[in-house]
């Protein structure tokens, strides 16, 4: 069974910036693909970014220029550094996990984190 527990959320104005942390544990953590998706008030969840074992990545048009996915694989960790943040990326961040890329990248991956808050203020 494949842990994910998420970290550096927080309040920050617009402008600013912030890194998120996804710790994963329970897997060979260099062979599964990761990713990030957020759900904002009142919006559905969507992808922000996600990287294959291979650490190729993938943006939300949103993002790119902004923010960058990275993964280190002795730490079984992923992060999300997040730089000129805007109100509108205000939303819950959840990592999520599965050995196929594909699903990370669709929202349907099997392992899933419990989300951290990430607020912009404007």
């Known amino acids: 069974q494949v842990q994910l527990v998420e970290s550096g959320g927080g309040l920050v104005q617009a402008g600013g910036s912030l890194r998120l942390s996804c710790a994963a544990s329970?897997?060979?953590?260099?062979?599964?693909?990761m990713g990030w998706h957020r759900q904002g008030p009142g919006k559905q969840r969507e992808l922000v970014a996600a990287?294959?074992?291979?650490?190729?990545?993938n943006y939300a048009d949103s993002v790119k220029g902004r923010f960058i996915i990275s993964r280190d694989n002795a730490k079984n960790t992923v992060y999300l550094q997040m730089n000129n943040l805007k109100p509108e990326d205000t939303a819950v961040y959840y990592c999520?996990?599965?050995?196929?890329?594909?699903?990370?990248?669709?929202?349907?991956?099997?392992?899933w984190g419990q989300g951290t808050q990430v607020t912009v203020s404007s």
């Open positions: 990287i294959t074992s291979g650490g190729s990545t």
């Open positions: 999520a996990a599965d050995y196929d890329h594909g699903t990370v990248v669709r929202g349907t991956g099997r392992y």
């Open positions: 329970g897997t060979i953590f260099s062979i599964i693909a």
